[in-house]
Antibody, heavy 125, light 108 residues
Framework: QVQLVQSGAEVKKPGSSVKVSCKAS????????ISWVRQAPGQGLEWMGRIIPILGIANYAQKFQGRVTITADKSTSTAYMELSSLRSEDTAVYYCASQTARCGTSCMYNWFDPWGQGTLVTVSS | EIVLTQSPGTLSLSPGERATLSCRAS???????LAWYQQKPGQAPRLLIYGASSRATGIPDRFSGSGSGTDFTLTISRLEPEDFAVYYCQQYGSSPTTFGQGTKVEIK
């Protein structure tokens, strides 16, 4: 069973960028996708985007298009999420999570399991 | 995108009682591609149910899921002290995947 371990908390200034890492162990990194889901304080869960490490292809939620970049390094089994032009509303816990895929003419992605432990990103001047 | 509405927002119950949580979708969720998660304070969500009714590995059988189309239910047959938490539903039948806003199960 794969385990996901994320990097530590970050404090950033408005307008800057943050890059959070998610290291996978105990499985075959290239065989699944890694998504990023965020949770603002006291709020619900919001999917941001995913990467398919074996293909190096990422897709993003429309809300974050142009501001988020998700990458993966197969040599270290690590995925990264970089969010730019940070504002106070981006203060949240950012989770990585694994999904399996079901593919026909195109691929759709299943439930999230497992999850990383979360990384708190605080945006404050 | 599919909007998931969970009800009630908060459920106040005692240990040993039965909990029934609802998740209603704004349009039909194809092939019952719906999951449920439990989240405790300071922790990541934990998968409970996928495919609307299949329990994830290691999940006790007091948790059960049902439903299809636009109406789904998570039932906890007898609440244990460790079950007091927030529960989220997620649809993965249509892109983008979306979550409900959560139901908090609190101790009465």
């Amino acid at each position: 069973q794969v385990q996901l371990v994320q990097s530590g908390a970050e404090v950033k200034k408005p307008g800057s960028s943050v890059k959070v890492s998610c290291k996978a162990s105990g499985g075959t990194f290239s065989s699944y996708t890694i998504s990023w889901v965020r949770q603002a304080p006291g709020q619900g869960l919001e999917w941001m985007g995913r990467i398919i490490p074996i293909l190096g292809i990422a897709n993003y939620a429309q809300k974050f298009q142009g501001r988020v970049t998700i990458t993966a390094d197969k040599s270290t089994s690590t995925a990264y999420m970089e969010l730019s032009s940070l504002r106070s509303e981006d203060t949240a816990v950012y989770y990585c999570a694994s999904q399996t895929a079901r593919c026909g003419t195109s691929c759709m992605y299943n439930w999230f399991d497992p999850w990383g432990q979360g990384t708190l990103v605080t945006v404050s001047s | 995108e599919i909007v998931l509405t969970q009800s009630p927002g908060t459920l106040s119950l005692s240990p040993g009682e039965r909990a029934t949580l609802s998740c209603r979708a704004s349009q039909s969720v194809s092939s019952s591609y719906l999951a449920w998660y439990q989240q405790k304070p300071g922790q990541a969500p934990r998968l409970l149910i996928y495919g609307a009714s299949s329990r994830a590995t290691g999940i006790p059988d007091r948790f059960s899921g049902s439903g299809s189309g636009t109406d789904f239910t998570l039932t906890i047959s007898r609440l244990e002290p460790e079950d007091f938490a927030v529960y989220y539903c997620q649809q993965y039948g249509s892109s983008p995947t979306t979550f409900g806003q959560g139901t908090k199960v609190e101790i009465k």
